[in-house]
T-cell receptor
Framework: AQTVTQSQPEMSVQEAETVTLSCTYD???????LFWYKQPPSRQMILVIR????KQQNATENRFSVNFQKAAKSFSLKISDSQLGDAAMYFC?????????????WGAGTKLIIKP | NAGVTQTPKFRVLKTGQSMTLLCAQD?????MYWYRQDPGMGLRLIHY???????AKGEVPDGYNVSRLKKQNFLLGLESAAPSQTSVYFC??????????FGQGTRLTVV
C-alpha cells in the first residue's frame, strides 16, 4: 500500500524569504500523480501544484515550485517570497494512475507560519 | 462557479441522532468522495463513488452510509451518531486521474 510522509509538523519562515516543505512517499507503482494542497484557517482545501510522475520537469506555479525526485520518492514544495497569506496547513497527496485505484493518499500535513 | 457545495456547514448532534450531509458538484465529475479530518491527522477516506448509482468503502467506513442517486450529488448519512464521529467532513469530486476539488467542509460535533 502507498504511504505519504510529511516529517515536518510545523515550519516557520520570515516574510519574503523562501521555505521548503518536505514530502516523501512509498509506492511500487511507476505511474502516479502528486499534489500539494493548502488549507488556510478558512478550512478550504486549495490545490497548489500538481506533478505527473512521468514528467521529469518540475512543476511550477508562480511562487510555488516542486523538487520531484522520483528515484528518491521525494516531492518537496518550495515557496519563494513568502507572503502572510501563505500561512496555512500544507498537505502532500499521492494518487495512483492505475484505473482501479481512485483514492488520494494523504500526508499528515505541515503547518506553515509566516513571521512578519 | 459553485464547484463543490456542502450543506450544512456546522451541526451539533446528540448521541444516537441521525443526520445526512449533502454534497453537490456542478463540474460533471464522475468521482466523488467523503473524507473526515481530525486534529493532527490528514484526510481519511470514508466512502467514495466512481459514478451514479455506485459507492464503495474507504479507509474508515464504519458508522456511515452513502448514496449517489444522481451524478451531481453524494450524500453521507450517520444513522446513530457517536462522539467519535465529531470531526470536520469534506466532500470532494474529480475526473479520472485529475486533482480533487473540495467543498468548504462541515464541522460536526456529537455531544
Amino acid at each position: 500500500a502507498q504511504t505519504v510522509t510529511q516529517s515536518q509538523p510545523e515550519m516557520s519562515v520570515q516574510e519574503a524569504e523562501t521555505v521548503t516543505l518536505s514530502c516523501t512517499y512509498d509506492t511500487s507503482e511507476s505511474d502516479y500523480y502528486l499534489f500539494w494542497y493548502k488549507q488556510p484557517p478558512s478550512r478550504q482545501m486549495i490545490l497548489v501544484i500538481r506533478q505527473e510522475a512521468y514528467k521529469q520537469q518540475n512543476a511550477t506555479e508562480n511562487r510555488f515550485s516542486v523538487n520531484f525526485q522520483k528515484a528518491a520518492k521525494s516531492f518537496s514544495l518550495k515557496i519563494s517570497d513568502s507572503q502572510l497569506g501563505d500561512a496555512a496547513m500544507y498537505f502532500c497527496a499521492y494518487r495512483s494512475a492505475l484505473g482501479s485505484n481512485y483514492q488520494l493518499i494523504w500526508g499528515a500535513g505541515t503547518k506553515l507560519i509566516i513571521k512578519p | 462557479n459553485a464547484g463543490v457545495t456542502q450543506t450544512p456547514k456546522f451541526r451539533v448532534l446528540k448521541t444516537g441522532q441521525s443526520m445526512t450531509l449533502l454534497c453537490a458538484q456542478d463540474m460533471n465529475h464522475e468521482y466523488m468522495y467523503w473524507y473526515r479530518q481530525d486534529p493532527g491527522m490528514g484526510l481519511r477516506l470514508i466512502h467514495y463513488s466512481v459514478g451514479e448509482g455506485t459507492t464503495a468503502k474507504g479507509e474508515v467506513p464504519d458508522g456511515y452510509n452513502v448514496s449517489r442517486l444522481k451524478k451531481q450529488n453524494f450524500l453521507l448519512g450517520l444513522e446513530s451518531a457517536a462522539p467519535s464521529q465529531t470531526s470536520v467532513y469534506f466532500c470532494a469530486s474529480s475526473h479520472e486521474f485529475t486533482e480533487a476539488f473540495f467543498g468548504q467542509g462541515t464541522r460536526l460535533t456529537v455531544v
